[in-house]
C-alpha cells in the first residue's frame, strides 16, 4: 500500500488506517470514471483541518487539556457536515478519512451538504456529566468561526448523543447571542431536533436491506440476520429488522454477544443490556465472541460498531449473503476484494448509514424553516431516498461492472465534480 502525503506517518503502510482504506477506494473510483486531474487533486485533500486543544475543569478541580480535531473535507455542494466522536483512539488520520466518508455520503443520497468530521481524544466512560459538559462547551467555543448553519453543522456519532448536541447548540447560540437551532443535528426533539433523527441511521439500513432482498428474490421471513453493535445503529436497526420480520439470529455489544439459531427477541436481549451492561449471562441464547459473531453463517450481516472489523485476516471466513454495512469503514479496502470474489453483495457504508444523514438534512431544512413534520412524512422521506440511492448505485455497479463500494463512490465523485466544475475553480 502507498503512503499519502495526508497520512500520519506512523499509520502509513497500514490496512487499518482508515484514510488509506478510503483513500485507495478514492483512487480507484477516480481512475475509473477518468476524473479531471485538477480535480483530483483538489478533492483527494481536505479544505480545511482544526486542532483544538481544550481545557476542562475536572471534577477534583484539576484542568485537563483535552486534543479535539474538525476536518471539513468539502463545501462544494453546501454546508461541510458530520458528526463528533468522543473516544480515545481518536486520530487526526481517523477523522480525516471520516470527513471525507462524509462528502461521499451526502453526495450518493443526494442532499446538499459537504462532508466534515470532530473528535475529541477522551474516555467518555471515565468521565462525569459535568466534565463532558465542560469539554463539549469549551470545544464548541474554540470551533465557533468554522460552525455555522451555512458554515458546518455537526451532530452525534460515537459516544455522543442528543444531549451533547444540545450543549453544542446553546453553548454557540449565547455567543451569536440569539438561538441558532440549525446549528447542529440530533437534537432532542424539544429544542429543535428531528421525528425519526434518533432511528433514522437503523431505519436507512432496514430500507436498502429491503431492496436488497428484493434483488435477490429473498424472503424476509426466512431471512437470518447478524447484527454487530447494539447502540444507535446496531441496537435499534436491529429493533426495526425483526418489527419488519427479519429473524435476528445474533447480536453483540463490545464485551461479546449472543447467538441463537431459532432467533433473538430484541427488545428483551437489549433490556437485558441495559440492566446488566453485558449481554453475559442470557439464558436464551449463547455468549459468543465479536470476532465468532462476524464468522456465523447467516443471510445479512450488519457490522455496526466500528472500523476495521472485516480484514484481510477474517475476510474468506465470512458466511452472508449481504453485508449491509451501519458502520463507517467497518471494511477494510483489502478485504473488499476478497468479498467480492465469495459473492457477497456488499451495501456499502456510504450508502447504508446514510439515513443518518438525511434526516438530519431534514431537521437542518425544519430549523431554518421553523416548521416540523409529522414522524410519518420524515420516514416516508426517509425511505424515497433510501430506496432512490440504493437502485442508483446498483445500476451505476450494473453498467460500469464493479461492486457496489466503488459504484458508489463513483456515483458521489461524479456529482461532487460536476459541481464544482460548475461554480469554476477559485485557484
Ligand atoms: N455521524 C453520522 C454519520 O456518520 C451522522 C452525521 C450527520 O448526521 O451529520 O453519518
Redesign the pocket.
Known amino acids: 500500500m502507498t503512503t499519502h502525503p495526508y497520512a500520519d506517518d506512523a499509520m502509513s503502510f497500514k490496512e487499518t488506517n482508515p484514510f488509506e482504506s478510503m483513500m485507495s477506494r478514492f483512487d480507484e473510483a477516480a481512475r475509473l470514471i477518468n476524473l479531471d486531474p485538477n480535480i483530483y487533486k483538489i478533492l483527494r485533500s481536505p479544505s480545511r483541518e482544526i486542532t483544538v486543544y481544550i481545557p476542562t475543569f475536572m471534577d477534583d478541580g484539576r484542568i485537563e487539556v483535552f486534543t479535539g480535531y474538525r476536518v471539513q473535507h468539502s463545501f462544494v455542494r453546501g454546508p461541510a ?3 463528533i ?1 468522543y473516544a480515545p483512539d481518536v486520530s487526526l488520520d481517523e477523522v480525516r478519512a ?1 470527513a471525507a ?2 462528502t461521499w ?1 451526502c453526495a450518493v443520497v443526494n442532499v446538499p ?1 459537504g462532508g466534515a ?1 470532530g473528535g475529541i481524544v477522551c474516555d467518555p466512560q471515565k468521565m462525569s456529566i459535568g466534565e463532558l459538559e465542560r469539554m463539549t462547551r469549551r470545544y464548541t467555543a474554540e470551533l465557533l468561526d468554522f460552525l455555522g448553519p451555512e458554515k458546518d ?5 460515537m459516544n455522543t448523543n442528543e444531549q451533547v448536541m444540545a450543549w453544542i447548540m446553546d453553548t454557540f447560540s449565547m455567543h451569536a447571542r440569539h438561538t441558532v437551532t440549525a446549528v447542529v ?2 437534537k432532542p426533539i424539544e429544542i429543535g431536533g428531528s421525528r425519526g433523527r434518533r432511528e433514522a ?1 437503523g431505519r436507512g439500513i432496514l430500507f436498502v436491506t429491503n431492496e436488497a432482498c428484493k434483488k435477490f428474490n429473498m424472503d424476509i421471513s426466512k431471512t437470518r440476520v447478524v447484527v454487530q453493535g447494539s447502540g444507535n445503529v446496531g441496537g435499534i436497526g436491529a429493533q426495526l429488522m425483526q418489527k419488519e420480520g427479519y429473524k435476528i439470529i445474533a447480536i453483540s455489544e463490545i464485551k461479546g454477544g449472543i447467538y441463537n439459531p431459532n432467533g433473538i427477541d430484541v427488545n428483551d436481549a437489549l433490556e437485558y443490556l441495559k440492566q446488566n451492561k453485558t449481554y453475559e449471562g442470557y439464558k436464551e441464547a449463547d455468549f459468543i465472541t465479536n470476532a465468532e459473531l462476524l464468522e456465523l453463517e447467516c443471510d445479512v450481516l450488519v457490522p455496526a460498531a466500528t472500523e476495521n472489523q472485516i480484514t484481510s485476516a477474517n475476510a474468506d471466513k465470512i458466511k452472508c449473503k449481504i453485508l449491509s454495512e451501519g458502520a ?1 469503514g467497518p471494511t477494510t479496502a483489502a478485504a473488499d476484494q476478497i468479498l467480492y470474489d465469495k459473492g457477497i453483495y456488499v451495501i456499502p457504508d456510504i450508502l447504508a ?2 439515513g ?2 438525511t ?2 438534512y431534514f431537521e437542518w431544512v425544519q430549523d431554518r424553516m421553523g416548521f416540523f413534520w409529522r414522524e410519518d412524512e420524515v420516514n416516508s422521506r426517509l425511505k424515497d431516498t433510501m430506496v432512490e440511492s440504493f437502485w442508483s448505485v446498483n445500476r451505476y455497479a450494473e453498467k460500469h461492472g464493479v461492486n457496489m463500494r466503488i459504484a458508489a463512490y463513483m456515483l458521489a465523485i461524479d456529482r461532487v465534480a460536476y459541481d464544482l466544475k460548475l461554480r469554476g475553480i477559485y485557484a
Do not use: E, I, Q, Y
Open positions: 457536515k458530520g458528526g466522536r471520516l466518508w462524509m455520503k451538504f468530521k453543522v455537526p451532530a452525534p456519532d443535528t440530533g441511521t463507517n448509514n446514510a443518518g444523514v434526516v438530519s
